[in-house]
C-alpha cells in the first residue's frame, strides 16, 4: 500500500511515520503501508524531515516503509492508495499575517478560529481543490485525508470534487474524549462517545461506558471535572451549566475576551513563536548542528511545541501546566492510521471524523461537512445520526457553516463580497468595517 503525504517536509510528518512503523510490529501484513512518499514544495524541509525518519526507522526493528521524497505533486500522487494532505499555503509567515492583521484591528488573531481561520481558507482552498482534481485525475481510487486547516472547510472544499473520498481528521475530538474517559476511571478504547460539531466547534454530549452514560456524574464532580484540560480551560461551573464538555476551540468563544487579551499580552503570537522554533529547527538540521542526531533535535522541538499548546488560553483560565500524558503527540496520527486501518483492511470501527453530512445532524444539509462519530470500513466513513442538537449548538454551527461556505465561494470564484460576508458574520468579528479593513490589508 502506497501512503502520499503533501506537506511531506512538515514537522509533524514523523508522528505519521511513528505510527506506521508501529503498526508495521503487528502480525497481520494485510493493508499495511509498504511506502511512504514525502511531497513537499521546499527540497530543504524534505532533507531534513527524512533525515528524522531515518534515524526514526533504525530505531525499529522488522519492516518499515520504503520512504522517497519529490517535489513534483503529479508524480507523488500516481499511483497513490491513500493521500494524507497536511500542506500549509504561505508557510508560517503566512500564518503570522493571519493573526497580527485582526489583532491589529481588535480582533481574534488565530489560526484556525475568527477572522485568522477565514483569511487562511481564502489562501488555502484554492490550493486544496487543484490537489482534489489532480487526485481525481491520477489516483481516482486514492482516499483522500486532511488535515490540512481549516480542516472542516478544506474537507468541505475539497468534497465538490472528491465527493466521500475525501475524509477530514482533528486530533482535538479524540484528545477531549480519552480525558475524559480516564477523569471518570473509565478505559478509552471501551467507552462510546457522543460527539456533535464543526471542526474545532464541537461539543462531547455522552461518554457511555457498560451502557451507562458517565457524563452526568462528571459533570456534578468539580475536582474530577477540573483534573483535566477542558475542565481547567472552562471551568466547572460553566460545564455543569452547559451540560456538555466543549472542544478546546470553544474557548475563543465561551471566554472570548479573556483569550483576546491574553493574545493581545503575549509576547508573540503562536505563530510567531512556531515560526522562530521551526526555523531553527530546519536550520540546524541543514547545518549539520542537530548534536549528532536529527532525530533527537526533532524529538526536543516537539516536546516544546506540545507544553507551549494553547500557552495564551491556559493563561487566561488560570495558568497551569499540561499533563505529561498530553504531550507524546499522538493524536491526529493515530486517527490517521486507524482510518487507514478500517478502510484497507475493512476492520470496523467508530471514528469522529470530517465527512458529509447525509442526514447525521438536523438541521444541516446533506452536503455539509460535519464533525461526527463515523462508523468506518472498507466502504468509507459514514456518519452516524446524531439526533436532536441544542439550539446554541446548533445555531452556532450554522453561522460558522455560513462562514466556511461563504470563504468556499471567495476563495473558488474571486469574489470580493463572498469574502467580505465571510469575515463579517463570523460571531467573533464584531464590525463590518473592521472585517473589511482586515480583508484589505490581507490583499494589499
Avoid at 76 to 93: E, M, Q, T, W
Avoid at 129 to 139: D, S
Avoid at 159 to 169: K, N, P, W
Avoid at 399 to 423: C, N, W
Wanted: hydrophobic residues 40%; charged residues 25%.
Amino acid at each position: 500500500m502506497r501512503l502520499t503525504v503533501l506537506g511531506g517536509g512538515g514537522f509533524r510528518v514523523p508522528l505519521v511515520h511513528r505510527a506506521l512503523l508501529d503498526d508495521a510490529q503487528g502480525p497481520d501484513a494485510a493493508g499495511r503501508c509498504t511506502e511512504l512518499v514525502l511531497h513537499d514544495t521546499d527540497p530543504g524541509r524534505l532533507n531534513a524531515i527524512s533525515a528524522v525518519l531515518a534515524e526514526q526507522a533504525a530505531r525499529h526493528t522488522g519492516p518499515r516503509p520504503a520512504v522517497r521524497t519529490t517535489t513534483d505533486l503529479d508524480e507523488a500522487l500516481a499511483g497513490a492508495d491513500f493521500v494524507f494532505s497536511a500542506i500549509r499555503v504561505g508557510g508560517l509567515a503566512g500564518r503570522v499575517r493571519d493573526e497580527q492583521l485582526p489583532l491589529a484591528e481588535g480582533l481574534l488573531g488565530q489560526e484556525t478560529v475568527g477572522a485568522g481561520g477565514v483569511l487562511y481558507g481564502l489562501r488555502t482552498v484554492p490550493v486544496a481543490t487543484h490537489i482534489a482534481e489532480r487526485v481525481a485525475e491520477l489516483a481516482p481510487r486514492a482516499w483522500v485525508i486532511n488535515f490540512t486547516n481549516p480542516a472542516g472547510m478544506v474537507t468541505e472544499a475539497m468534497s465538490r470534487v472528491l465527493g466521500d473520498r475525501v475524509i477530514g481528521i482533528c486530533d482535538s475530538p479524540v484528545g477531549l474524549c480519552r480525558r475524559a474517559a480516564r477523569a471518570v476511571g473509565a478505559d478509552p478504547d471501551r467507552a462510546e462517545f457522543d460527539y456533535v460539531g464543526l471542526n474545532h466547534l464541537g461539543w462531547l454530549r455522552r461518554i457511555v461506558v457498560d451502557g451507562t452514560d458517565r457524563l452526568p456524574a462528571l459533570l456534578a464532580d468539580a475536582p474530577a471535572l477540573e483534573s483535566f484540560e477542558e475542565g481547567k480551560l472552562f471551568g466547572a461551573e460553566w460545564l455543569g451549566a452547559l451540560g456538555a464538555l466543549p472542544n478546546e476551540y470553544l474557548h475563543y468563544y465561551y471566554h472570548h475576551r479573556e483569550a483576546l487579551t491574553a493574545i493581545r499580552e503575549a509576547d508573540a503570537t503562536r505563530g510567531e513563536f512556531l515560526a522562530r522554533q521551526q526555523e531553527g529547527f530546519y536550520a540546524k538540521l541543514a547545518d549539520g548542528d542537530g548534536g549528532g542526531s536529527a532525530f533527537q533535535t526533532w524529538e526536543d522541538t516537539r516536546r516544546e511545541r506540545e507544553e507551549t499548546y494553547m500557552a495564551e488560553s491556559r493563561e487566561a483560565s488560570g495558568g497551569w501546566q499540561r499533563d505529561s500524558c498530553d504531550l507524546d503527540g499522538g493524536g491526529y496520527d493515530r486517527v490517521a492510521l486507524a482510518l487507514m486501518r478500517a478502510i484497507s483492511r475493512n476492520e470496523r470501527t467508530t471514528l469522529i471524523l470530517n465527512v458529509r453530512n447525509r442526514g447525521a445532524v438536523p438541521g444541516l444539509d446533506g452536503d455539509a461537512v460535519v464533525e461526527v462519530p463515523c462508523l468506518v470500513d472498507a466502504g468509507g466513513a459514514r456518519p452516524l445520526a446524531a439526533g436532536p442538537v441544542a439550539p446554541d449548538q446548533l445555531g452556532l454551527m450554522l453561522q460558522l457553516k455560513a462562514v466556511e461556505r461563504s470563504t468556499i465561494e471567495a476563495a473558488v470564484d474571486h469574489s470580493p463580497r463572498a469574502a467580505l460576508r465571510a469575515l463579517a458574520l463570523h460571531p467573533l468579528v464584531d464590525s463590518v468595517h473592521a472585517a473589511d479593513r482586515v480583508l484589505r490589508a490581507a490583499q494589499g
